[in-house]
Each structure stands twice: as structure tokens, then as C-alpha cells.
């Protein structure tokens, strides 16, 4: 059995109105208000008022996306969503919160298994634009399951697709940036050289390389305008940007034959002293190959030339992975791959010539 990846992603694309969206808030004027501002996009809406009858409807019936007010009556929305991941792994959950609830639960909403918050706001133009993403996200993640269901039918076709489905899947974020394409392409090879020169097995060296390709695919899930702005970013968006460890991770999350490459595609970004996303891990609580993904991911940035900045040079670059190791990055790993700058470094300019 063939199966046509391109025209799989074609068959995909779903009416809006096969996805359903829930929304779940005690303030039946807000509800209205959502209702009359999505009327036009299709999608399939449902509302509840009440917490527990929302984790009902949910536990009952399939949903794709829900919009939850983070201050609900009888249980707040934290707990909501607390019970709902006892069950439902897959829903898309987009927090809603007033502007002070914000400021004073920051902290707690960031650790939530959520893919996105945003302010109430009258015109709720940034929760549109966090559905219109949210339901690409979902599309994908239904694109990868429908694939890695007909692939179970052989151990041979699985093998086969693998690197196809992977390299479909990051051309929908190539599209978006092209700096994703080299990045990824250079971020793989050299988590590779490192990853070799440390005599890891070659089952954890093919990991680097499909995870290095796929570690930016939540990009996917960021809006246009953020993720290509020529300036720099606000902290606002700079927290969207962050997002997209998290929801990389939750768009292979149901697929089998991605589960081993989500700690690098989530851990990416955490930091050796604890200060990184999106779990704040520290030290070797930090998965292996992520540690080794950050350190590539680290360097081929400060290589890359930006529209705000020109690339960094090899000698300031390689001082500058010297003050990460041990905050930012393994100080374990940072050595190794200075050690294949000082003397493999012909090795890094073939994959930079390459891409």
C-alpha cells in the first residue's frame, strides 16, 4: 500500500464546521458576544456555563478546541482543566482570563496543560487569532494520526514513510519562515556530529537527526505576525513565541511513531539552571538528546545571519558557548562540541555549505 502524503494533506483540510469548539464561561453576555464574532468562521460552536457539566460534555462528546474563562464558579478553571487531562489528552485548550487574573495567576497558568492564553478584551482579536492557529494545530495532529494508523498495518511501510511524513509535516512551517528550513536542516547535523563524537548508540543518533528537523514544527501554532516580525519582539509576544515547544509536543503527542522525538521537540529550550520552557527543568532533568538539541539549536543561531543582526563570529561564538555552559547549557556537552569546532571544523563548514 502507497500512501500519497500530499494529497493526504489535501484531503485534510476540513470545512470549519467539522471542528467543534466548546466554550466554556459562567458569563452567558460573553458567550453571546463570542457566538455573534465567530458566526462568520463556520466552526461548529457549543457553550456551557457550568464548569462540571463542561468536563461532562467533554468526557461524553468529542471536541476539538475549548475556549475556557479561567475564573468559573463551583471549580475554577485550572481544575477544569486538571480533570479533563485525567481523560482527554488530545483537546486543544485555550485559557480566558481578565486582565488582573492575568497579573495574579500568571505563574500557576503557565505550568497548566494548555496551548495558549489570552486577556478578555472586547474585541477579542488575539483570541482569534489563538483559534485560527489552534485549529491548524489540531489539523496537523489529526493529519499525523490518520498517517500513523494506516502505517501500523506493516513495520515495513512505517519505516518507509517515516522520514516522508516528517519532512511533509515541517514544510507547512517552512512555508511560514524560511529561516525554520536551513536552521532545522543545520540544528539535525550538528546535533548528529555531537552526538556521535559522544558514541551514542544509533538508535539515539537517528533521534537527533529526525528530532533536530522537527524541533521547531510548533512554530506552526504562532501567528504570522510574530513569528516573521523584522523588529524585536514584546514580551507579550515573545511569550507567544515561547508557546511553541508545548505545542510541537501536543501536534505529535498522539502519534506512536513521533512519541520518542517529543522530549526534544518540548525540551528544547529548558536551560541547565532551571531557567528555560516550558517546565522549567534543571540539570540532567533535562532529557539527554534535548540537551544536545540545545546546544546545536544555541550555536547554528548565533551563526545565522537575522534581519536585526549580522551572524556572530566563529571565535565569538565559540567564547560565548563558554559563558552558557553551565547556566544555559550542558556543561558536560558544550566541551565536545568545542572540541568538533577546534578540530573537526571542516565537518561544520560541509553542512553549513550544504544548507
Do not use: W
Not at 49 to 65: G, M, P, Q
Not at 313 to 320: A, G, R
Amino acid at each position: 500500500m502507497k500512501i500519497d502524503i500530499n494529497r493526504k494533506i489535501e484531503n485534510n483540510s476540513l470545512p470549519n464546521n467539522m471542528y467543534k469548539i466548546i466554550i466554556v464561561d459562567d458569563d452567558i453576555e460573553i458567550i453571546k458576544s463570542l457566538y455573534i464574532h465567530l458566526k462568520d468562521t463556520g466552526y461548529n460552536l457549543t457553550s456551557v456555563t457550568d464548569s462540571i457539566d463542561a468536563i461532562e460534555k467533554v468526557r461524553n462528546e468529542h471536541f476539538d478546541l475549548m475556549i475556557l474563562d479561567f475564573n468559573m464558579p463551583k471549580i475554577n478553571g485550572s481544575e477544569v482543566i486538571e480533570e479533563i487531562r485525567k481523560f482527554n489528552k488530545e483537546l486543544y485548550i485555550l485559557l480566558f482570563a481578565e486582565h488582573k487574573e492575568l497579573l495574579s495567576s500568571i505563574d500557576i497558568i503557565r505550568q497548566l496543560d494548555i496551548q495558549g492564553y489570552c486577556e478578555k478584551e472586547n474585541d477579542f482579536d488575539q483570541l482569534f487569532l489563538l483559534i485560527q492557529y489552534g485549529i491548524k494545530s489540531v489539523a496537523q495532529m489529526n493529519l499525523i494520526k490518520s498517517i500513523n494508523s494506516e502505517l501500523q498495518e506493516s513495520k515495513e511501510m512505517l519505516e518507509k514513510a517515516y522520514l516522508e511524513t516528517i519532512e511533509t509535516l515541517r514544510y507547512t512551517v517552512e512555508a511560514k519562515d524560511y529561516y525554520t528550513r536551513g536552521h532545522s536542516d543545520r540544528v539535525s547535523d550538528y546535533s548528529v556530529l555531537i552526538g556521535k563524537k559522544m558514541n551514542l548508540s544509533d538508535e539515539d543518533i537517528e533521534k537527533l537527526h529526525i528530532g533536530g528537523l522537527f524541533h521547531d514544527i510548533g512554530k506552526i501554532g504562532i501567528p504570522d505576525e510574530i513569528l516573521l516580525k523584522n523588529d524585536s519582539l514584546t514580551t507579550e509576544e515573545y511569550s507567544e513565541i515561547k508557546k511553541h515547544a508545548s505545542i510541537g509536543a501536543h501536534i505529535l503527542s498522539n502519534a506512536t511513531l513521533f512519541k520518542e522525538l517529543i522530549p526534544i521537540v518540548k525540551y528544547h529550550h529548558e536551560r541547565y539552571d532551571g531557567k528555560g520552557y516550558p517546565e522549567n527543568l534543571k540539570g540532567e532533568n533535562i532529557p539527554l538528546l534535548a540537551r544536545i538539541t540545545s546546544v546545536a539549536d544555541t550555536f547554528d543561531a548565533m551563526m545565522s545571519k537575522r534581519s536585526y543582526r549580522n551572524a556572530l563570529s566563529l571565535e565569538h561564538i565559540k567564547q560565548e558557548l563558554k559563558n552558557c555552559s553551565g547556566n544555559q547549557l550542558d556543561p558536560n556537552i558544550v566541551p565536545i562540541f568545542l572540541d568538533i569546532l577546534e578540530n573537526e571544523y571542516d565537518k561544520v563548514k560541509e553542512i553549513q555549505n550544504k544548507y
